[in-house]
């Protein structure tokens, strides 16, 4: 039987790959702290619950539009330009099966073949997987650590880009880094792609997983709501990582596009779903901000417990839920040359799961620093202290 050579450039989630490690490990009546994905342990909102059961028993089972029910189209593009400054309407929104869909649809319309891709590295990894398998050239950008978090190496991402470079993929409030541009940093690139007239996917995935202050999308850039599709999930935000919701917004002759492609991959996405959705925008809002709260205390928890071991000193993210601690001072200690040793000695040693930076796209030429991402979305906080006790005894030894 013979495969298709474009499988060859197909990647994949890695830290799907890391679950099964720790479930096997579980498995064999270990204990497993896990660390590992950015999945969550909090309850979805009773009242989105109710409607998706309302929805049901109304029958909304059936077929809807490719581009997902007009009620929902429309809050939503209130909901997302409202919340960005930017005017929106229901022809600016393809509803998605989840976020994740919205990054191949989007390379799929407007890049092709042999089209260079800018693409954030360390970065979400279906990015690169994307880029390569629908025949473009995936060129990474990459991060300083600076005493406050990550900054984008603007020099080296403006230098990256030629007159083959077509696509720019941002995910500001970033997984695995949790970097969030301050407004110059932002402000720069919305002009380099302004200049280079670029097409933008702005991945806002963990938009309003924010601590404090009021989040910023680069479609509000002058010059930038006409070439950029913003990638919006409900996953984060209500706790639904398992209800697989999302959508595009953006200029319309993309979206257009997008709903298009709906049709060809899954006719439509799940139409009673998509009424929760509706309660989720337009219903009581204490449910997030109860989520958000529960994820800043374990925020907290975290950063304290990584913190407290020797040769570890990270700052405190205001958004998203990963954190990305530097433990080149732990491999020297402990005379590990692969990151792989840490990974499956923490494991193996204190239960603790977690990923590393080569789970987020290929280490790039030069690099001398070992980082590892910590999730804390499926962890209460109790874990969270007992694990990060284990893993201080085990990384100082």
């Known amino acids: 039987m013979k495969i298709a050579d474009r499988i060859e450039r197909l990647g994949t989630e890695t830290a799907f790959a890391v679950s099964g490690q720790a479930a096997a490990w579980a498995a064999k009546g270990n204990k497993v702290y896990p660390f590992h994905l950015g999945d969550m342990n909090i309850s979805t909102p009773a009242n989105i619950i109710e409607a998706a059961n309302r929805a049901i028993a ?46 191949g649809k989007f390379i799929a319309a407007v890049m092709n073949e042999g089209d260079e891709v800018l693409y954030p590295n360390p970065g979400y990894p279906i990015y690169e997987s994307q880029i390569e398998f629908f025949g473009g050239v995936a060129v990474p950008y990459n991060y300083i650590e600076t005493d406050t978090g990550f900054a984008i190496d603007m ?17 500001n409030y970033q997984n695995p880094i949790s970097a969030a541009s301050k407004p110059e940093e932002m402000a720069e690139l919305a002009k380099l792609a302004v200049k280079h007239d670029l097409i933008v996917l702005a991945d806002d995935a963990y938009y309003e997983i924010r601590y404090g202050g009021e989040p910023r999308s680069i479609v509000a850039e002058p010059g930038m709501r006409e070439r950029t599709v913003v990638l919006y999930t409900f996953s984060k935000k209500y ?27 899954e006719s439509c996405s799940n139409h009673f779903i998509q009424w929760a959705m509706l309660e989720a925008l337009t219903g009581d809002q204490s449910g997030p901000q109860n989520i958000l709260n ?8 975290a950063v304290a417990g990584l913190n407290a071991i020797d040769g570890i000193n990270i700052p405190t993210p205001n958004s998203t839920f990963y954190l990305f601690p530097n433990v080149t001072k732990i491999m020297q200690r402990k005379g590990f040359t692969s990151i792989d040793e840490l990974m499956t000695g923490a494991l193996q040693e204190t ?30 906080v109790p874990e969270i202290e007992a694990g990060l006790a284990a893993l201080k005894t085990y990384f100082e030894k």
């Not at 020099?155 to 995910?171: G, H, P, Q, V, W």
């Not at 398992?242 to 709906?262: F, T, Y």
């Open 294 to 301: 529960t994820l800043k205390a374990r925020r907290d928890a």
């Open 239 to 265: 706790a639904m990582t398992g209800w697989r919701l999302g959508a595009a917004v953006g200029p319309e002759a993309i979206i257009k596009i997008i709903a298009k492609l709906n049709v060809n991959a």
């Open 58 to 103: 109304d029958g909304k089972t059936g077929y809807c539009p490719a581009d997902g029910i007009p009620p929902l189209r429309e809050a939503l593009a209130r909901d997302v330009g409202a919340r960005r400054g930017v005017d929106y309407g229901p022809q600016n929104v393809a509803i998605q099966p989840g976020g994740k869909p919205v990054i």
């Open 351 to 380: 239960g603790v799961s977690f990923c590393t930076r080569n789970h987020f796209g290929r280490p790039l030429p030069g690099e001398t620093k070992y980082f590892i991402r910590l999730a804390y979305s499926g962890i209460d």
């Open 155 to 171: 020099e080296k991402l403006a230098a990256s880009i030629t007159d083959k470079t077509r696509i720019l993929i941002y995910n």
